[in-house]
């Protein structure tokens, strides 16, 4: 059993509680349990009408169904919860679930940009105020964290993860699932975790949303599955969301061996398969099930316990049971699981806990929340180009503030931003007015036309170009232009795919035409997910990355700008040079010809270099820090890699100290370079710490193609640095005694 339950007493007694009510349980109520509705306002998918609307809420009454999403606030929940509790037979209550993305009512930076941070405390803790916020609003169950890993910046969804790496991806999971279910989960201020999407969803291929996700098994294992299993090993969160895509044909929700066979079998997974909004009744669409009926079927065969939205299992289930072509024993273990979970959330002791009026009131965007968003804000920029010293501002210097998204008060709070209130964050013009700053500002040009909800399109702003020429008069006679340009929140997320990752709509444009009368430029770059820089990255002396920041994102660039926080942020995802060349990311193979030669018979594009504009792991600081004396030694049950970090400025600063390691000579190719380890670390002015990383057996270890975990003997080069881009490097060799003797002492997972 790779997941950890809760203590075993309660375990057992709970179990015993769940047997008894499934003796009382008809097969009707049972269904009923493995039902999931959307609330009636807050959609995140595409909703039901009608007579299927009406019927929605015919059940609802009745208190049979076992659990909702999209419902927020305490009398909204209390409604529902006082129908299953009182209207239904056994009185069992409801599940209450939401996508607490980053945030619930404060809003923190988005995943990708807390992901840019490293810095798994500040992660942690945003992820339990949300649980804090997210519970006083009647909620139990949030649909995250996101941990598909993703190497393809066309798709929107990027925001939401935690990037290109599987070891970054899973200790950041870690520390969210920890965040969200905090140790108790029957305490009113947590909630269940949800680790989604499984499995696949990060690789639609060419990034297109809801395609085809096409993955081979080496790269299934070792990239997208890894992840997974490492949460599941580290921490115990209680629900996996399934998801749209097909993997290798199979539809993700359809799929046994995925769901059934490796997820709860395999690795033991006892806590609740949910589908994605409607995942089960698309099968037909994937032409993977012939009707409803046969949706049904395949889903809860293949281990999808709740069906969301789709009216599958609610329309065939009991049918299916009844004329023997589902097992009994399948919907059993769904709703075992169902109420396992609804038992560890306390919720048959008291199904109003959630409920506490005050708390709502108290809870929700306290000061205390929101300087917790600005630490995470603050520590989530990066600082991609600085020559000359171009930033921080120095205090005598004339400023001009440019871009519709320097005012912009909405893009901050990202997609998926639950019940923040739209155009609520702080913009860098107001941060900058906080700051005391003397500036001029103009607009330049809009980047969206109107308003846009979580699922409609955005109208990009591509042919009004009037405030062009005023944002030029601003820039021509000041020290310096900080330009703000990027995406807004609504042009990332679900249903967010681009073919093209310049900036969006006329903003380069202006960025070339305040370029054309002030070289002096600052680009702060406002978006969710990688865009392509490289006009900015060879014109453009100073660079910030500053994603979506959340409420208080205008006081956080404020202070990076002004040298205030000094940037210790390091890139989750690799920058490209050009669209053409995603996916991209560090983590890859040679390839048979990697080298540089006169023809053109070596592994390149013809019209653009190799390497990413801006590489995984890279932010710059300004300190400057220096790497020296990196020793390997092999302990008992250990490898230790011992490294001296010197800040050699005059300012403090944090440094993310990455260790990669790369398999020289494998049973099957293996990456260049895969991180293994890292710490943050503050170094005073002109400071040097000695620090000490470790590797287990494992971290030398790899899934083959036959899904098997192996530890094969020879040359690994082990490299340090802070990025991944790094060559300081120590190679050492280990036998298959040595590995053995390392792989007994510490833990190895098959
Ligand atoms: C959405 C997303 C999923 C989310 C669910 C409920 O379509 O794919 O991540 O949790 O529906 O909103």
């Known amino acids: ?16 509680r769940i047997s008894d009510l499934l003796e009382q349980m008809t097969l009707k109520e049972k269904v009923g349990q493995l039902i999931q509705f959307s609330g009636f306002y807050d959609v995140t998918g595409p909703a039901p009408e009608g007579e299927r609307e009406a019927q929605k809420h015919r059940l609802l009454q009745s208190g049979i169904i076992g659990s909702m999403l999209n419902v927020v606030g305490c009398d909204e929940v209390r409604t529902f919860q006082t129908w299953a509790v009182e209207n239904s037979r056994l009185g069992i209550p409801m599940l209450f679930a939401y996508d607490v993305i980053h945030g619930q009512k404060t809003m923190f930076p988005i995943p990708l940009a807390e992901a840019a941070s490293w810095d798994l405390d500040l992660i942690q803790q945003s992820a339990r105020i949300a649980a804090i916020e997210a519970s006083a609003q009647g909620l139990n169950w ?11 910046a066309r798709w929107g969804r990027v925001m939401e993860g935690a990037g290109e790496d599987p070891f970054l991806n899973a200790v950041i999971a870690e520390a969210r699932v920890n965040g969200f279910q905090g140790d108790d989960l029957k305490a ?14 990060g690789f639609v291929e060419a990034g297109k949303e809801y395609n085809a996700a096409e993955i081979g098994t080496v790269t299934l294992f070792n990239t997208v599955l890894q992840p997974f299993r490492d949460v599941l090993q580290a921490t115990n969160p209680r629900s996996v969301m399934n998801a ?5 044909g199979i539809p993700a929700t359809g799929d046994k061996v995925l769901q059934r066979d490796l997820l709860k079998e395999d690795w033991g997974f006892d806590g609740v398969v949910v589908s994605d909004w409607a995942s089960a009744i698309e099968m037909i669409d994937h032409g993977f099930a012939e009707d409803s009926r046969d949706a049904a079927r395949l889903a809860i065969q293949a281990g999808c316990d709740v069906d969301m939205e789709s009216y599958v299992y609610l329309d065939h289930l009991e049918d299916l049971v009844v004329s023997g072509e589902v097992d009994m024993a399948l919907v059993d273990d769904a709703v075992r699981r169902t109420l396992r979970l609804k038992l560890e959330l306390g919720l048959f002791d008291d199904p109003y806990r959630y409920l506490d009026r005050d708390r709502e009131r108290e809870l929700l965007l306290s000061e205390a929340h929101l300087e917790a968003s600005l630490s995470m804000a603050r520590k989530s920029i990066v600082l991609l180009k600085n020559d000359g010293d171009t930033l921080p501002l120095r205090k005598q210097e004339k400023v001009a503030l440019v871009g519709a998204l320097a005012a912009d008060k909405d893009a901050p709070l990202g997609n998926w931003r639950a019940q923040a209130d739209a155009h609520s964050a702080m913009s860098v013009l107001e941060g900058f007015e906080r700051a005391g700053l003397e500036f001029s500002y103009s607009e330049g040009v809009s980047v969206q036309v109107g308003e846009a909800g979580f699922e409609y399109p955005v109208m990009v702003n591509t042919g009004n170009r009037d405030g062009i020429e005023d944002a030029v008069a601003v820039a021509r006679d000041v020290d310096k232009v900080v330009l703000v340009l990027g995406e807004t929140a609504r042009q990332t997320g679900e249903g967010r795919s681009r073919t093209e990752l310049g900036l969006p709509g006329l903003q380069q444009e202006l960025l070339e035409a305040i370029y054309a009368v002030n070289q002096n430029l600052v680009l702060v770059v406002v978006s969710g997910r990688p865009l392509v820089l490289s006009w900015a990255d060879q014109h453009v002396p100073a660079i910030v990355q500053a994603w979506h920041l959340g409420h208080r994102s205008g006081q956080a660039i404020t202070e990076v700008l002004t040298g205030q926080e000094n940037p210790s942020g390091k890139l989750p995802m690799s920058f490209p040079r050009a669209v053409g060349q995603l996916p991209l990311y560090y983590n890859h193979l040679n390839t048979g010809r990697p080298n540089r030669r006169e023809q053109v018979v070596w592994a390149h594009y013809s019209d653009v270099d190799n390497s990413p504009l801006y590489p995984f792991g890279h932010g710059l600081s300004y300190s400057t820090f220096s790497y020296s004396g990196l020793t390997v030694s092999i302990q008992s049950d250990h490898i230790a890699v011992n490294v001296t970090v010197t800040n050699e400025s005059e300012i403090d600063g944090e440094e993310v100290i990455q260790l990669y390691i790369r398999d020289r ?23 040097s710490l000695v620090i000490e990383l470790k590797l287990s057996a494992r971290d030398f270890g790899f899934y ?22 790094t060559s300081l490097t120590q190679t050492i060799r280990l036998s298959s005694d040595q590995l053995r003797s390392l792989g007994q002492r510490s833990e190895i997972m098959k």
């Open 1 to 16: 059993m790779l997941t950890k339950t809760n203590n075993p007493d309660t375990s057992a007694a709970n179990e015993a």
């Open 142 to 152: 949030t649909y995250a964290p996101m941990v598909d890993v993703t190497r393809d």
């Open 188 to 201: 009113r201020d947590t909630v269940a975790s949800t680790i989604k999407h499984f499995a696949g969803y």
């Open 244 to 248: 749209f895509n097909t993997l290798n």
């Open 665 to 687: 000579v494998a049973s099957i190719a293996r990456p260049v370079r895969e991180l293994k380890a890292f710490e943050k670390e503050m170094l005073k002015a002109k400071s």
């Open 704 to 725: 083959g193609p036959d899904g098997a975990f192996r530890l094969e003997p020879g040359e690994f080069d082990i490299f340090v640095g802070g990025s991944s881009q």
